[in-house]
Structures are given as structure tokens and as C-alpha cells.
């Protein structure tokens, strides 16, 4: 299965404190992208990174990818307690246009 | 800007009924895909479809099915409902550009929260 998993499930955190999600996954992929979801509500995309990037960036949040560990990262700098909720990574592998969602970490700023 | 949009929000069904699920792609989006979300799970995906045609399939039931119309449009069509079929169903939307150096970056709607009694 290409499920990925996420490391930690769950962190808690004080608000102004970085937070760093990782995930890994088992196949080659095409792209990889990560989500937020607020308990019980839609899935927010976050960021989008293809196969050949390595990093990138959108305000607070930094992502990176390292096909060679098939793992990704998603850091968000300065936390606020808004950012409470659950992140996901989601993959396609290559050859298909589907996306398998990573377990998720469950955030938690304390403000 | 336009976000897919699903309907019903919310459908409350008894069990052994049956239920249909519908998804608007975003504008000029010409992929539909389906997960299903149950209680404290990541979302699983069930089927997309690609210019009206089934692209990829997953853990979906064969008591469920789904099509994509002209209008890409899509509705996921679920028959003798269990209990266990009560979950967040999301739909998400991509242009795939198939052939091409695409992203599909995929954009997921509100969801879909499907009781079963």
C-alpha cells in the first residue's frame, strides 16, 4: 500500500513555537501535497510539491520533499493558536491521478 | 473565486436506504474525485473520474457507484446503506492536464457528512 504515515500523530505546542510534521511514504510519486483539517470540516490545501522540487514556501509554512527518503516535511514557523488542527500529506503516485492521505498529526497550540 | 461545491451538507438515512451524493467541480476542472472520511480516520480514497470517464478506483464498495457528467458534474450513488457507511464524504476537483507537466493539485470541497441509522 502507498499509505503514508505521519510522525508524530499527535504534538502540542505553545503558541509562538515552531511546529514540524513529517511525513513518509512508500512509492514514487508525481506530487505530494499537504492539508489542514479543522475537526469534523473540509480539508484546506496548504501547499503543493512536485517530484523534483525540493522546498518550498507559503507565509508561515515551509515544506520539503526528499524523494531518495520518501519522506516529506511541513514546518509552520510562529504558531498561533488558530493553527490547532489536524495536517495531513497526501500522495499520487506515478501513473495514477489519485491521492492516498497520510494518518495526520494533530496539532495543538496553546495559546 | 469558485470552490467545489457538494451537496447535501448534511443527509441523515435509515439503514438499507439509499443515498446520492453530488459534486461541482471548480470551473474548467475536468477531474472528480471521491473519498470517504469515517470518524477519527484520514480520508480514504473510493474513485475518480477523468472527462466523464473512471480514472482510478479504490477501496470503494460495489454496493457504491459514481459517474461524471457532461457538465463534469459528479454523483456518488450509494445503495443499502450499513451503519458503518456513516462518514464524511469529500469530493475534490483538479485540472489534470493529462500528458503534460501538471500538478493536480487537488482542491477538496465542504464535504458531505452521510448518518446511517
Known amino acids: 500500500s502507498q499509505q503514508g504515515e505521519e510522525d508524530p500523530q499527535a504534538l502540542s505546542i505553545q503558541e509562538g513555537e515552531n511546529a514540524t510534521m513529517n511525513c513518509s511514504y512508500k512509492?514514487?510519486?508525481?506530487?505530494l501535497q499537504w492539508y489542514r483539517q479543522n475537526s469534523g470540516r473540509g480539508l484546506v490545501h496548504l501547499i503543493l510539491i512536485r517530484s523534483n522540487e525540493r522546498e518550498k514556501h507559503s507565509g508561515r509554512l515551509r515544506v520539503t520533499l526528499d524523494t531518495s527518503k520518501k519522506s516529506s516535511s511541513l514546518l509552520i514557523t510562529a504558531s498561533r493558536a488558530a493553527d490547532t488542527a489536524s495536517y495531513f500529506c497526501?500522495?499520487?503516485?506515478?501513473?495514477?491521478?489519485?491521492?492516498?492521505f497520510g494518518t495526520g498529526t494533530r496539532l495543538k497550540v496553546l495559546a | 473565486a469558485a470552490g467545489v461545491i457538494q451537496s447535501p451538507r448534511h443527509l441523515i438515512k435509515e439503514k438499507r436506504e439509499t443515498a446520492t451524493l453530488k459534486c461541482y467541480p471548480i470551473?474548467?476542472?475536468?477531474?472528480v474525485y471521491w473519498y470517504q472520511q469515517g470518524p477519527g480516520q484520514d480520508p480514504q480514497f473510493l474513485i475518480s473520474f477523468y472527462e466523464k470517464m473512471q480514472s482510478d478506483k479504490g477501496s470503494i464498495p460495489d454496493r457504491f457507484s459514481a459517474q461524471q457528467f457532461s457538465d463534469y458534474h459528479s454523483e456518488l450513488n450509494m445503495s443499502s446503506l450499513e451503519l458503518g457507511d456513516s462518514a464524511l464524504y469529500f469530493c475534490?476537483?483538479?485540472?489534470?492536464?493529462?500528458?503534460?507537466?501538471?500538478?493536480?493539485?487537488?482542491?477538496f470541497g465542504p464535504g458531505t457528512r452521510l448518518t446511517v441509522l
Open positions: 497526501a500522495t499520487d503516485a506515478q501513473g495514477t491521478y489519485k491521492y492516498i
Open positions: 512509492t514514487s510519486i508525481n506530487n
Open positions: 470551473p474548467r476542472h475536468d477531474t
Open positions: 475534490a476537483s483538479s485540472l489534470a492536464l493529462r500528458g503534460l507537466a501538471a500538478d493536480n493539485e487537488q482542491f
